[in-house]
T-cell receptor
Framework: NAGVMQNPRHLVRRRGQEARLRCSPM?????VYWYRQLPEEGLKFMVY????????ESGMPKERFSAEFPKEGPSILRIQQVVRGDSAAYFC?????????????FGEGSRLTVL | AQSVTQLDSHVSVSEGTPVLLRCNYS??????LFWYVQHPNKGLQLLLK??????LVKGINGFEAEFKKSETSFHLTKPSAHMSDAAEYFC?????????????FGTGTQLKVEL
């Protein structure tokens, strides 16, 4: 049973380009969360999605960032016109719809470097 | 609102000696508390979780934590450190709301284990 799969593991972009990060949740999980980890900091919540729905995007920057979790395929975090401050590790986590203990399963992260 | 404070950003111990990583929490709800470990360039692995059952929680790799409501603490301990324990440790609080399992992370404690 594969865990949460994220790709690419490493991504380098120049300022102004677009970054697309993909996340396939664990089998049977319908809830996806994206977190960002800046250097020397803990993880910060960005967005929570269920299939075809954004449930909570209170942690998403107002501009340039978007996320989706389509009916088919992985969840995608999209960052348009990247800037150096977007350089970070982006982690995806998933859970079942019956996770009474709040436990999330994390992927290994996608590390974005903006030149 | 919920938050966690990890009192030490860096802890250094000798191999074979006890480990203590401190965490205090604040939560408006009855919290679920977790400790996650992150090895370099890896994802996060759940060490243990507290979900209002026994206050002393045992996790993987010999770690345990005690929930103390009167002190709002959830410190992580291990009787004898091993070199492989060197990693970053995150104390995490979760409050299940309509917004899902939104976890709030501490800033992390880097554990160094010396020979």
């Amino acid at each position: 049973n594969a865990g949460v799969m994220q790709n690419p593991r490493h991504l380098v972009r120049r300022r102004g380009q677009e970054a697309r990060l993909r996340c396939s949740p664990m089998k049977g999980h319908s809830h996806v969360y994206w977190y960002r980890q800046l250097p020397e900091e803990g993880l910060k919540f960005m967005v929570y999605l269920q299939k075809e729905n954004i449930i909570d995007e209170s942690g998403m920057p107002k501009e340039r960032f978007s996320a989706e979790f389509p009916k088919e395929g992985p969840s995608i975090l999209r960052i348009q016109q990247v800037v150096r401050g977007d350089s970070a590790a982006y982690f995806c986590a998933s859970s079942t719809d019956r996770a009474p203990t709040g436990e999330l399963f994390f992927g290994e992260g996608s590390r974005l470097t903006v030149l | 609102a919920q938050s966690v404070t990890q009192l030490d950003s860096h802890v250094s111990v000798s191999e074979g000696t006890p480990v203590l990583l401190r965490c205090n929490y604040s939560s408006s709800y009855s919290p679920s508390l977790f400790w996650y470990v992150q090895h370099p360039n890896k994802g996060l692995q759940l060490l243990l979780k507290y979900t209002s059952a026994a206050t002393l929680v045992k996790g993987i790799n010999g770690f345990e934590a005690e929930f103390k409501k009167s002190e709002t603490s959830f410190h992580l301990t291990k009787p004898s450190a091993h070199m492989s324990d060197a990693a970053e440790y995150f104390c995490v609080v979760s409050a299940l709301t309509g917004g899902g399992n939104k976890l709030t992370f501490g800033t992390g404690t880097q554990l160094k284990v010396e020979l």
